[in-house]
């Protein structure tokens, strides 16, 4: 089938949103989908959106109409049919769209009249991408190297398939029923469960066995192609760990720093021929593993479509990929690719340089269910375990990986220089083996401890100039820690990214002493610009990140700009819905016409797009670095999550006008299997309260059930320092739904106010149509309309639908974690979704 399509033949679009977020899926599909809809709306094309994510800002674009449904071949079936839509794209949605989008082609009979054209890969090879030993065996046939599968149904084909192979064997599902994972076998006695474990994450009860590659090195590529075959290279990135441990676990670098360039050139010839053999147009992720004792290169995945890979790729060279895709898709080709104002003439066309080093850092939640009194498998694999990410920009490799530590706000003890100190040999030696969440603290005190770097490197596969690195730090911060009030020490410390409050640890003092020196003595930080082309040519730059030059290239945008500051890594809890109450912050202050600057260090949030903001810093969320910030770019406010209490009051310190989103420092937990809780839900708009529905959440569910008439006068009286939507909490031992109940017991001991988290104010949002969010940030800044507080009188009348509730994913925390007790969906959430009460 042929899939040139060009963008005058494309009437009406269907985007396949991804659904709930999950391990290895956080908002980066979302994201994507949400900043190229505007753009097809340019070329007169009529945009559909579905999602079943609460979260989804694509759900709330004025540039698509939405559907607010659970994921299901029926309901994309009857989109299909009752919005008459030509044209799909699965691609933006990752591979969870990519799989429906199969089953729906797949189970597509006559009466359903014509197919729509799949934007991006023709339906063959959509199927074939879909279907892994197809793949491989497509790629192979072309004379691509890659490692042999096996597929098999039963476990006795499987024990004749092992007289075969040697351990360790790498175990998957074919046609998974979750995001797939990989299984390492390595011992005989693993083999039958691992087996049967893959056979239950399969839709046909099948599995995939191939020969395992552990302790080789992983290489990832970005490249994009056009209609006429035209194809870049748009990033690339190593992971620090070897093969063996998630790539989403591991320490990744951009640019490649340990692979010899004529390896690099083979790796780009064969992802330009998968290229070519998809006749792909738009982007794709290569995955691939280098021997580097006989300069072996393997292909392990393919991925022709949005991913965490093109979004921090995106981020990492300031190249505009989704923009780029999405015209490509529609079979633009690259030097007839229009781009927005804010970006270069020829950017589309021209090949991302780096002049900096980006390191992305795993963030684990193995320290927030330790204080919950649960205990989780630490020990790193093939099956992911973090739950985000965050980047450190640099102009070296110990520069981006000072602050993409420090970005990574670790709250668990064991991360930390003081408990690995206390690490005996024998431990340290086993976690080196067999890696835990605390790696590069690990590593850098078995340097502290003079193992030999050679030994080192052949403990744990990773690459010697690793660990030269880290010796180098460790050499560095030794004789800072030992030269206090040096200045010459405090300038080599800052232009290694070391941060004020680390210093002023070493020196045992304050992190403003630290400030104050280094203005003093003119230690000042300069701000570079992230562009495509490494400053080559004029683009427009409006990404930057911190470091220690004698040339400046960030100016104050304007002493009317609202600073954001955005809620970094995702991890269990509020996690997506965090980075999306901060996003819609980012649109109301853009619509209010308010200069935007954004803080952030989450290559999967929405708050970095593009089109949100003036100007982005990819830096730390710390109070030293968002004060340099502030020094240069006089915000006349910052808006910041509530729950960042300790910077919020260190900015009020510091004189600085903050406007606070509501929210409680740590997610509230939830109703038990046995309990019912309700809230009462008002907005307060800074002097007023105002009604608006009563909600009951079950374990794992929320839904609206009354629409009381009045607050009672203990409400009335609590006193309150915020704008935002607050509830009103108190349980009853009900697991029935009821449709009346009565509120004699608010106030009279038995409940209790909090703000409303973020992700059921995303829900009443979607459900009530009613921007929540926004009311808030307009409240904040005395923006409030005369149409707003009529709507803010009559929310407590809205008939919201009742058929929707929202629903906890369903995410497999046995297989990722291992957790020792059951794991609190409400506190602990990673993502999710909708249910309509009304299929029942």
């Known amino acids: 089938m042929s899939n ?47 999602d079943e994510n609460p979260y989804a800002l694509s759900l709330e674009s004025l540039a698509a109409k939405t559907f607010w449904q659970p994921l299901t071949v029926h309901n994309i079936k009857k989109i299909i049919r009752d919005e008459a839509i030509d044209t799909v794209v699965p691609l933006f949605g990752g591979d969870v ?6 089953d729906v082609v797949q189970s597509w009979s006559h009466g359903d009249g014509n197919v729509p054209n799949t934007l991006g890969l023709n339906i063959d090879m959509l199927l074939k991408v879909n279907n892994l030993p197809a793949l491989t065996d497509f790629m192979a046939k072309n004379g691509l190297p ?44 693993e083999f039958e469960d691992t087996i049967n474990l893959a056979k239950s994450q399969s839709v046909t009860q099948e599995v995939i066995i191939s020969r395992a590659i552990n302790g080789l090195k992983e290489i990832s590529l970005e490249i994009l192609r056009d ?51 998809l006749q792909l147009q738009g982007v794709m992720h290569v995955q691939f593993a280098i021997d580097d004792d006989d300069r072996e290169i393997y292909i392990i995945k393919v991925s022709p479509y949005i991913d965490q890979m093109a979004t921090r790729m995106a981020l990492a060279t300031g190249y505009p990929t989704m923009l780029v895709a999405i015209n490509l898709a529609m079979g633009i080709p690259l030097e007839d690719i229009k781009l927005p104002h804010n970006f270069g003439t020829n950017t589309a066309m021209m090949e991302p340089m780096m002049d900096h080093v980006v390191v992305k850092l795993p963030v684990f939640p193995f320290g927030e269910l330790a204080e919950a009194g649960i205990d989780v498998n630490r020990q790193l694999n093939s099956v992911q375990k973090s739950v985000g990410s965050t980047l450190g920009f640099g102009r070296t490799f110990i520069e981006a990986l000072e602050k993409a530590i420090r970005s990574a706000h670790f709250n668990n003890a064991s991360f930390s220089p003081t408990n690995m100190a206390h690490i005996n040999d024998d431990e340290l030696i086993q976690q080196l083996i067999h890696p835990q969440d605390n790696r590069v603290l690990l590593l850098i005190e078995a340097i502290k401890r003079g193992y030999e770097i050679d030994e080192l490197a052949e403990l744990t596969a990773i690459d010697e100039f690793y660990f030269h690195q880290l010796q180098h ?60 082309s490494a400053g080559e040519f004029p683009e427009n730059a409006r990404q930057y990140y911190a470091t220690y030059e004698s040339e400046n290239e960030s100016i104050q945008i304007d002493q009317r700009a609202v600073l954001v500051i955005g809620s970094g890594a995702f991890r269990m809890g509020d996690a997506a819905s965090a980075g999306y109450a901060t996003a819609i912050t980012m649109s109301e ?35 030293s670095d968002v004060m340099k910030v502030v020094e240069l770019e006089s915000p006349q406010a910052i808006v910041i999550p509530g729950n960042r209490r300790k910077l919020i009051n260190a900015l009020r310190d510091l004189n600085q ?27 307060f708009d800074g002097q007023n309260r105002y009604l608006i529905n009563v909600t009951q959440h079950l374990a794992g569910e929320m839904r609206i059930i ?33 449709k009346q109940i009565h509120l004699s017991t608010i106030g009279n001991g038995g409940s209790w106010l909090r703000p409303m988290p973020y992700g059921q104010i995303a829900y009443l949002t979607k459900i009530m149509q009613v921007p929540w969010i926004r009311l808030t940030i307009r409240a904040g800044l005395n923006e409030l309309t005369t149409q707003d507080y009529e709507l803010l009188e009559n929310a407590d009348s809205m008939r919201a639908s009742e058929r929707l509730s929202m629903i906890s994913a369903d995410v497999n925390y046995q297989l990722h974690l291992q957790p020792t007790d059951v794991i609190d969906g409400t506190k602990f959430e990673v993502g999710v979704g909708v249910y309509d009460y009304g299929k029942e």
């Open 589 to 623: 202050l853009r619509r209010l016409q308010y200069p935007t600057i954004i803080m952030n260090n989450n290559p999967s949030d929405a708050t970095l797009l593009p089109h949100l903001a003036d100007k982005q810093y990819l830096e730390p969320l710390e109070i």
């Open 657 to 683: 006008r903050v406007i606070v989103l509501p929210k409680e420092k740590h997610m509230p937990d939830g109703p038990n299997d046995r309990q019912s809780e309700f809230a009462l839900n008002f907005f």
């Open 706 to 738: 009354a629409h009381p008439t009045t607050l009672s006068d203990e409400i009335l009286a609590i006193p309150l320092d915020n704008p935002g939507v607050y509830q009103v909490i108190w349980y009853q031992d009900t697991v029935r739904w009821q």
């Open 227 to 277: 209609v006429r075959g035209n194809k870049m290279q748009i990033g690339a990135s190593e992971d620090m760990d070897p093969i063996g441990i998630h790539t989403a676990d591991s320490l990744s670098v951009s640019p490649i720093l340990t692979v010899q360039d004529q390896l690099i050139s083979q790796m780009r010839d064969y992802a330009f021929r998968i290229a070519d053999m």
């Open 473 to 532: 730090l460790h050499k560095l911060e030794s004789e800072i820690e030992s030269d206090i009030d040096s200045i010459t020490s405090l300038r080599r410390g800052k232009k290694y990214g070391l941060s004020d409050g680390l210093i002023a640890r070493f020196w045992h003092t304050d992190f403003n002493i630290i400030r104050t020196l280094a203005k003093e003595n003119d230690i000042r930080v300069t701000y570079k610009a992230v562009e495509p």
């Open 97 to 102: 769209s990519l799989r429906l989008w199969a």
């Open 146 to 189: 890659v490692i042999n599968n096996y597929v098999l149904k039963a476990q006795d084909e499987a024990n004749e398939l092992l007289r075969t192979l040697h351990l360790p064997l790498m175990v998957r599902a074919l046609h998974p029923n979750q995001n797939n994972t990989r299984h390492i076998v390595e011992r005989l006695d």
């Open 4 to 50: 040139t399509i060009t963008n005058n033949k494309i009437k009406k679009l269907l985007f396949i949103g991804s659904g709930a977020n999950n391990f290895g899926q956080e908002a980066e599909h979302d994201a994507a989908i949400y900043q190229v809809m505007p753009e097809l709306r340019g070329h007169g094309i009529d945009v559909f959106v579905i």
